[in-house]
């Protein structure tokens, strides 16, 4: 037997054939009717160097959305999301300020309590995403009345609470954040078949916490076991920042994405964010520096 084995992979040689790994089909394809709760995590920690002086900004997010799948068709599907829980959370030297649902401040600050306001203006409310096949999104809807219904939360703060409510929905909430947001664990299928080993690239644009964001990344397919897909992930990222900052910060991206074949759902992925560079102001350089992770993890829910 072990001869006759041996013969037939000779034979398989001599005649030009090869026996290659199979390939596999990876986009975005869940079923209609299904749900899918999306947890995310991301920890920022910045450091600011500027006059001789430096600033070290400890920022932390978690939000939990429920996904709907309402309709597919050959080209996207369309789904709605609804904000089941978030938290917020920024430490500096110069102040301390957010707030947990889960873990709400005995003694709150006026900041923390704006934040409250913000995040219950969150909680339980939906808005409807159109994504492609390749994980892109391509539309976004009812966003609009989520932010207004945070700044209605908080008005009466006064300026406080018009300041921060608008800093919060540019940073996390509007419309190209929530693209970014979704996009960095949904945009990263090939346009074709693939076999372990190999490469494709994706590119996307997008606006998240306050910064422009390019990112060229180059997924690779590690292994495919169990119908769960490893990807592996290493990209360049450059950031421009507003808020009256000029500049580029430039860096990278590397971290691992597990995926269902069957459905393209992004079961978890761990990202790390690495970027340095030299901003502008109005008083002069500063040097910063960033590093971000980055943990999704989803589940289907019945």
């Not at 000779?10 to 947890?39: D, H, M, R, W």
């Not at 080993?197 to 422009?212: A, L, P, Q, R």
């Not at 990112?215 to 990209?235: F, H, M, P, R």
Request: hydrophobic content about 35%; charged content about 25%.
């Amino acid at each position: 037997m072990k001869t006759k084995r041996i013969i037939i992979m000779y034979l398989c040689l001599i005649s030009g054939i090869v026996i290659s790994p199979a390939q596999v089909k990876l986009s975005f394809s869940p079923k209609e009717g299904t749900n899918y709760e999306f947890l995310t995590e991301i920890r920022q920690n910045i450091r600011q160097s500027a006059m001789g002086r430096e600033l070290l900004i400890e920022e932390d997010v978690t939000m939990s959305h429920l996904m709907n799948v309402k309709s597919m068709n050959a080209s996207a599907t369309e789904a709605l999301f609804t904000c089941q829980n978030a938290s917020y959370f920024l430490s500096s030297p110069m102040m301390k300020m957010g707030y947990d649902p889960k873990k709400p401040n005995a003694n709150p600050s006026p900041l923390d309590k704006v934040h409250e306001k913000i995040i219950r203006s969150l909680i339980g409310r939906s808005f409807t995403m159109s994504i492609a096949t390749d994980g892109s999104v391509k539309s976004v809807s009812g966003i609009d009345a989520i932010i207004e219904e945070i700044k209605k939360s908080v008005a009466p703060d006064g300026e406080m609470g018009a300041q921060l409510s608008a800093s919060e929905i540019n940073q996390w909430y509007g419309e190209s954040a929530i693209k970014g947001l979704f996009e960095q664990s949904l945009r990263i299928f090939p346009a074709g078949e693939v076999k372990t080993g190999d490469s494709w690239t994706v590119e996307t644009n997008y606006g998240i916490s306050n910064k422009k964001s390019t990112v060229k990344s180059v997924y690779t397919l590690k292994e495919v076991k169990d119908d769960k897909a490893v990807i592996g992930v290493e990209a360049t990222v450059n950031l421009e920042p507003d808020g009256g900052l000029t500049g580029t910060l430039t860096g990278t991206q590397s971290g691992t994405v597990l995926v269902d074949t069957k459905t393209g759902i992004p079961v978890s992925s761990d990202l790390t964010l690495d970027i340095k560079g030299t901003l502008k102001t109005q008083q002069g350089e500063m040097q910063m520096t960033m590093v971000a992770k980055m943990k999704t993890a989803t589940k289907e829910v019945r």
